[in-house]
Every structure is written in C-alpha cells, then in structure tokens.
C-alpha cells in the first residue's frame, strides 16, 4: 500500500525548486526595501535588483524589442493584455472592433473576453478539429476587416496540444492584427525562443515551472499601449501599479533561468515516463480514448478518456491514491469545457482524466499509477 498519493497533477502547480527557494531567501529579511521607491541607498540596491532580473529574463528568454512587465501571474497578464489592448484601442478609434480565440481557451482568456463582449466588442471563438488544434484555414475564415486582436495559446493546460503559433503569428503579422498568446504551460517543456519575436504579447507563469506563486509576467511590444487595470503609482510602464514582491521576482527569474537551460534534459525525461504510463494504460486497459493529439503535444502531459464508467465514482476512488485532474484546476469540478468542444459527450468528459508528470516523478510512480488506474477501471467496470 502507497503511504500518500501519487502526485500526477504537475499541470496545476509546481512545487519551487531549491535553487528557487536558496534565490529568494536574502530578500525576505535582508534586502526587503521597496524597489519602487528611489528614497534612499537601501531602495536604490533594492531597484537596481529588479531591473537585473528584468535584463536576466531578456537575456534567458533572448527577447529583442519587449517590456517585461511583472503581475501576480498569468491570469492577471491574460486581463492586462486583453482588457488592456482592447480598452485602449477604442479609446484611440472609438470602434469596438473584432477578436477572435479558441473555445479550449482558458478561462484567464475567455472570461475577459466574455467581459469584452459586454462593452461592445465582438468575439469568435473558433472550434478547434478533433485533435485540439485550430484550422488555419477556418481561422484565416473568420477573419474580419475588423479582427485587430487574436488570443491562442501555445499549448493547452487540459490537453497539452500545442498550436501552430508560428503560422497564426505570420497571419496576424500580415493583417496588421496583435496576436496575444497564453505560454504559461510551456516553458521549460517544449522549445518556444524563436517564437517570441513573432507574437506582440505573451503571458508567462512563474509556479508552471518551479517557481513561486503569485508572480508572473506578460512580455509586450515596445510599441503597444494597454490601458492598466490597476493604477495608483504608474509602476511597470505605467501598466500595473503596486509595490513589486521583489523576493517572488528573483525566484521567478531564477525559475526562467533553469527551466530555459534544461529544457531539453527535462523534456526527453518527462516524455520517456509519459510515454511508458500511456503504452501500460492501453496495454491494460480497452476503451481509452487519447483527447488531443499525441504528436504536438507537451512532454509531461497525457489526457484520456475512459468510456463506459461512472466519472463520478471514478474520480471519487482514484482521490486517495492518486493526484490528477478533472480538468483544468479553475474548473470547479465541473464537466470540461475544452473536452465538450473536442466532441466528448457530458458523461465522456466526466470520466476523463488528466495526468501531467513532474520531473520529481519516477519510474515507481509510473509503474503504481498504472496499476491503480486498471483497477479502479476494471472495478468500475
């Protein structure tokens, strides 16, 4: 018998590396002055900090011609960047105008939009093909003489399909659209560096890949304008008011700083347990359906159906001996809204799982996963 659960829920969260943890440790009782305030010697070495984590992230991240603005994490930057733009371009046109995003969003994305929407602007949300991912030919459909923002994430946090960013970049870039993208699930898993030239904004999380919590970031154009969403100070550009965690800032960029370095040793390490916990699954088990494609897809993540069960009860008995997901951890426990749009039915989408592996995860747990699941299957059954 396992003592506790198998933890297979890395999507949700990361637990901070050490390096993260040894990073942050001066600036929670020693260098703790505010970086915001240029007053005295103390706030001026605390500033000077700040910007060189900023400098660290351009250089880790190779951006050319982008402000690195610091949030609370992706879901601020989601609003800041799609709130913002939006705001501000019927302030500068006074038209509403048309955006279009993928109903699989996350709902960092898609509630903001849904507020858009009230205000007067117009959204399409495009359903993707079976395998999750989007059409470029139904997406270059769909746009409009109107369309001055698209919102696509680069990889999807319930079924780990990754986009073709680049081909939808070049579109938007053609159109004069700006084209913002949701990376928050894929740095340190796949290879993205030769893609941020391409998108105008990109949203970045800190606890996806081993840092703290409540930090993140959204990398702009220099020449793009938002309108803030909080304001009070004109920290960050004039975009986001407020005392920088500059602890949380030095984890975050030492965060970048390895998962940038190691991400192709961790990506052959995650996909190797992936793909070993995906063949014993289907070795053991009938009827299991992959949602997503297999081929574009992150290393570390692995979402299946299981038909003719109860999803209830299912979920229900793995609860104590294995940690995974339903859906997406902002999804309240109900039904996935990215695998309704895939074709699942309720009930399939109910008795879906997403399991997303750690590099903390070994061949141990993969092997015990997989015989939990079979019989929690077989019983069910």
């Known amino acids: ?42 706030s001026i070495n605390a500033s000077a900090i700040l910007e060189a984590s900023r400098e660290k992230i351009e250089q880790n991240l190779l951006l050319n011609n982008k402000k690195v603005v610091f949030t609370s994490g992706a879901t601020e930057s989601n609003n800041l960047a799609l709130l913002g733009f939006a705001r501000n371009y019927y302030k500068k046109t006074g038209n509403y105008g048309h955006i279009i995003t993928l109903k699989t969003e996350h709902k960092a994305v898609l509630e903001p939009l849904d507020q858009l929407k009230k205000e007067g602007f117009l959204v399409t949300e495009i359903t993707p093909e079976k395998d999750g991912l989007i059409s470029e030919d139904n997406f270059i459909k769909n746009i409009r003489n109107d369309t001055f923002m698209v919102s696509i994430m680069m990889a999807n946090n319930e079924i780990g399909v990754i986009q073709p960013i680049e081909n939808i970049s070049k579109i938007c870039k053609l159109r004069e659209i700006i084209f913002h993208s949701d990376f928050a699930q894929c740095l340190g898993y796949i290879e993205v560096n030769d893609i941020f030239s391409d998108v105008n904004m990109i949203t970045i999380s800190s606890h996806k890949i081993y840092g703290p919590k409540g930090i993140g970031l959204l990398l702009i154009d220099d020449d793009i304008d938002l309108e803030p969403l909080i304001i009070g100070g004109g920290h960050e550009y004039g975009f986001r008011a407020g005392t920088l965690p500059l602890p949380l800032i030095v984890g975050f960029t030492k965060a970048i700083e390895i998962a940038v370095c190691n991400q192709k040793k961790n990506a052959k390490q995650l996909l190797m347990h992936r793909n070993s916990l995906l063949k014993g699954l289907l070795e053991n088990n009938s009827g299991l359906l992959i949602n997503g494609s297999l081929t574009k897809r992150l290393p570390h993540n692995l979402n299946l159906t299981a038909l003719d069960l109860n999803g209830t009860k299912f979920h229900k008995l793995l609860k104590s001996k294995i940690v995974c997901s339903s859906g997406s951890a902002c999804s309240n426990g109900e039904p996935s809204h990215v695998l309704l749009a895939l074709g699942r039915s309720f009930k399939e989408a109910e008795s879906s799982i997403r399991l997303s592996i750690g590099l903390s995860t070994n061949s141990q747990d993969i092997k015990h996963s997989i015989q939990i699941l079979t019989d929690t299957i077989k019983s069910l059954r």
Do not use: H, R
Request: with cysteine; glycine share 0%; charged share 15%.
């Open 1 to 42: 018998m396992l003592s506790t659960p198998i933890l297979l829920d890395y999507q949700s969260s990361t637990p901070c590396s050490k390096d993260v943890v040894d990073a942050m440790q001066p600036f929670w009782t020693e260098i703790f002055s505010n970086p915001s305030s240029k007053s005295n010697l103390a």
